[in-house]
């Protein structure tokens, strides 16, 4: 099994940051290679796909994200990050950490952040 514990979201003025982490656990991480992505979900819309980074550092990012927001991780703590920079009212989401274990063909999912942005 594999648990996720997103943090960091929050109320944010337009334009301003936030920093988004996700610190995942559990025995196929010491085993299997895995990627992690972001989704955010709002009322009414599908989960749609923010941005990736595959286990050896592939990034992909959203066409309404890109330019804007970077996605990182570090391997050895099994930890993703989201640096979202230049936030619109239009980000406004609950934002989910996604793991997929690619040899076990299975998706873990976090309990979700919420990211406000309005003045």
């Known amino acids: 099994q594999v648990q996720i514990v997103e943090s960091g979201g929050g109320l944010v003025q337009p334009g301003g940051s936030l920093r988004l982490s996700c610190a995942a656990t559990?025995?196929?991480?010491?085993?299997?290679?895995?990627?992690m992505n972001w989704y955010r979900e709002t009322p009414g819309k599908q989960r749609e796909l923010a941005a990736s980074?595959?286990?050896?550092?592939?990034?992909n990012y959203a066409s309404s994200v890109k330019g804007r927001f970077v996605i990182s991780r570090e391997n050895a703590k099994h930890t993703a990050y989201l640096q979202m920079n230049s936030l619109q009212p239009e980000d406004t989401a609950v934002y989910y950490c996604?793991?997929?274990?690619?040899?076990?063909?299975?998706?873990?999912w976090g309990q979700g952040t919420q990211v406000t942005v309005s003045s």
């Open positions: 996604n793991v997929y274990v690619l040899v076990m063909g299975r998706n873990y």
């Open positions: 559990g025995n196929p991480l010491r085993t299997y290679v895995y990627n």
């Open positions: 980074i595959t286990y050896d550092g592939v990034t």
